[in-house]
């Protein structure tokens, strides 16, 4: 049966969502419908919304950090049933592809991506969904190559950070800069991916994490996940890979850009010690081009990028054993009808904000975002 329910169509560029009734149709084969229960907003979702600069992809239903349960299952699909405990996953498992089959990537060919075509529709018009996922939706479709099962004790409102922010900043730390113990680091960017980075840092072992940030309140929060040391770019005259440099003699041994931005990227790979520094390019933009020096890269630098980080299951179980911060990253809880304002950043003036969230900062566009969870 076709389910009739809320979702925020976003119908243009730069344009507030609309809470609209849509239509989802019934999963086909290996499809599954999932009953979203909690979702959050992340820096991707509104890249694509305010940043991206194309009509492509409108009108869409955004989210991609969501959990929720199976409400039915298509034909063939044998792994999930209806009362699943589920995280939709942007970044799927074929599991028979060279990509899959290799210990080198968590990724999958770039053809055979899980997008179904979708299932939404409004107003007669067929609606995009926004990375195969689209959980700013009380119901979605999607590949069951791209969701998995979680432990049934799971708290669905706290484990959708899984979906993208977190596994995306610890995982970039741990599995693709593979930090080290005992040695430093810089994390550029205290967002959501930025801090979880920081507390990827920390679980490696790192002695020395220098949490960078033009937003100095994020300071007390980046340390209470793991940072040593906070870096305002603002507070000084000079670039800050050369305060970093001077504060680690040489640089760091391994350093995170989570922001987005091309500038920022090459600061990152400059505060890197340059005869052996890993420098890992997180955070997503496809609008501009890097420009480096040869030389920062002869000299022995590596420069890596790292794509959703790791497994949410593996990061699932630490949190449960209380080995891994999720609470720690939720600043409200609010209705999906309240998208708009988590957008526009309307709570700012909120009393007693306390920012421990997705905020995202350009280094020199300050944008402040909110990292909200939806309870459906």
């Known amino acids: 049966m076709v389910i009739r329910c809320r979702a925020a169509v976003s119908w243009a560029p730069n344009t507030p969502a609309a809470m609209e009734e849509i239509e989802v149709a019934p999963p086909e084969a290996g499809e599954v419908r999932i009953k979203i229960v909690a979702t959050s907003v992340c820096h991707s979702d509104l890249y694509h919304l305010l940043e991206s600069m194309t009509a492509d992809g409108f009108p869409t239903v955004l989210g991609h950090e969501g959990a929720g349960i199976v409400e039915s299952v298509g034909p063939g699909v044998t792994e999930f049933q209806p009362g699943d ?166 640089g760091v041994d391994f350093s995170l850009e989570c922001v987005g931005n091309v500038e920022v990227m090459r600061s990152a790979l400059e505060s890197s010690m340059e005869a052996w520094g890993v420098s890992v390019v997180v955070g997503w933009t496809d609008m501009f081009d890097i420009t480096i020096r040869p030389r920062h890269l002869i000299c022995g630098r590596t420069w890596k990028g790292s794509m959703f980080g790791g497994e949410p299951v593996a990061l699932l179980r630490s949190y449960l054993e209380k080995k891994v911060k999720l609470d720690e990253f939720i600043s409200h809880k609010m209705e999906l009808d309240q998208v708009n304002d988590a957008i526009d950043g309307k709570l700012s003036n909120s009393a007693n904000l306390i920012l421990l969230n997705d905020t995202f900062v350009k280094l020199y566009n300050q944008i402040i975002n909110f990292y909200f969870v939806c309870q459906f």
């Open 85 to 250: 405990k589920v995280i939709p996953l942007f970044l799927c498992q074929c599991k028979e592809c060279r990509f899959c089959k290799s210990p080198r990537t968590n990724q999958i060919r770039q053809e055979i991506m899980a997008g179904v075509e979708s299932r939404f529709t409004c107003k007669g018009k067929r609606v995009h969904q926004f990375m195969g996922t689209s959980t700013f939706s009380e119901y979605t479709v999607i590949n069951q190559i791209a969701v998995t099962r979680i432990d049934p004790a799971a708290p669905l409102d706290k484990i959708c950070l899984l979906g993208c922010g977190i596994c995306t900043g610890y995982g970039a730390a741990v599995n693709t800069a593979k930090v080290e113990a005992g040695s430093s680091c810089a994390v550029f960017g205290l967002g959501a991916v930025g801090l979880a980075a920081v507390m990827g840092c920390r679980a490696a072992g790192a002695s020395r994490i220098i949490a960078v940030d033009i937003n100095s309140d994020k300071a007390e929060k980046a340390k209470e996940l793991g940072a040593t040391d906070f870096l305002n770019p603002k507070d000084h005259s000079r670039p800050v890979h050369e305060v970093i440099s001077e504060m680690t003699g040489g």
